[in-house]
T-cell receptor, first 112, second 115 residues
Framework: AQSVTQPDIHITVSEGASLELRCNYSYGATPYLFWYVQSPGQGLQLLLKYFSGDTLVQGIKGFEAEFKRSQSSFNLRKPSVHWSDAAEYFCAVGQTSQKLVFGQGTRLTINP | ETGVTQSPTHLIKTRGQQVTLRCSSQSGHNTVSWYQQALGQGPQFIFQYYREEENGRGNFPPRFSGLQFPNYSSELNVNALELDDSALYLC??????????????FGPGTRLTVT
């Protein structure tokens, strides 16, 4: 069965600092991987996705993620966070046309 | 190009009642998926509709049912509401083509409270 683990429930970083959010997945085949962001009371916005090819993918808002098959990981990174990045971040894995399986989420707080 | 829209925004129902939530998919998309997000949790897949037929279902009881219409909009119906049904219900639309590759775009959600 597919599963996604986000080990960090809550992370606090200072504005301008770098960020890495961890995501580990369990999946039998080559996964399709996604990162979504959710602001309070809002729906989910797609940050980036990995289907195949280059294992370093670029997304919106200056985010990037790296797919590491050997570690079953798809960690999200940003070199310098902004106060507006405070939100809940979800990693998800999916098949070609079926359901997405989400992690529990990581809540990001930004210190001024 | 309009995004995914959902109605209503908020809803309060009593245990045992029935509820219908609505979703309009993004222009050009042919697939709608529904997710339930309990407070403090990640979204959980309820079911997906493709060309007006159910195309996959998660671990939800039959009292959760849905419809997709010819214009690809969709409804989620929940019968015999229970307190645990209180959650944010998210609709996502996508375009499933021959390659099968897709990305899902989410609406803002409907917050359902069952008392």
């Amino acid at each position: 069965a597919q599963s996604v683990t986000q080990p960090d429930i809550h992370i606090t970083v200072s504005e301008g600092a770098s960020l890495e959010l961890r995501c580990n997945y369990s999946y039998g085949a080559t996964p399709y991987l996604f990162w979504y962001v959710q602001s309070p009371g809002q729906g989910l916005q797609l940050l980036l996705k990995y289907f195949s090819g280059d294992t370093l993918v670029q997304g919106i808002k200056g985010f990037e993620a790296e797919f590491k098959r050997s570690q079953s990981s798809f960690n999200l990174r940003k070199p310098s966070v902004h106060w507006s990045d405070a939100a809940e971040y979800f990693c998800a894995v999916g098949q070609t046309s079926q359901k997405l399986v989400f992690g529990q989420g990581t809540r990001l707080t930004i210190n001024p | 190009e309009t995004g995914v829209t959902q109605s209503p925004t908020h809803l309060i129902k009593t245990r045992g009642q029935q509820v219908t939530l609505r979703c309009s998919s993004q222009s050009g998309h042919n697939t709608v998926s529904w997710y339930q997000q309990a407070l403090g949790q990640g979204p959980q897949f309820i079911f997906q509709y493709y060309r007006e037929e159910e195309n996959g279902r998660g671990n939800f009881p039959p009292r959760f049912s849905g419809l997709q219409f010819p214009n690809y909009s969709s409804e989620l119906n929940v019968n015999a509401l229970e307190l645990d049904d209180s959650a944010l219900y998210l609709c996502a639309s996508s375009l499933v083509g021959l390659a099968g590759l897709y990305e899902q775009y989410f609406g803002p959600g409907t917050r359902l409270t069952v008392t």
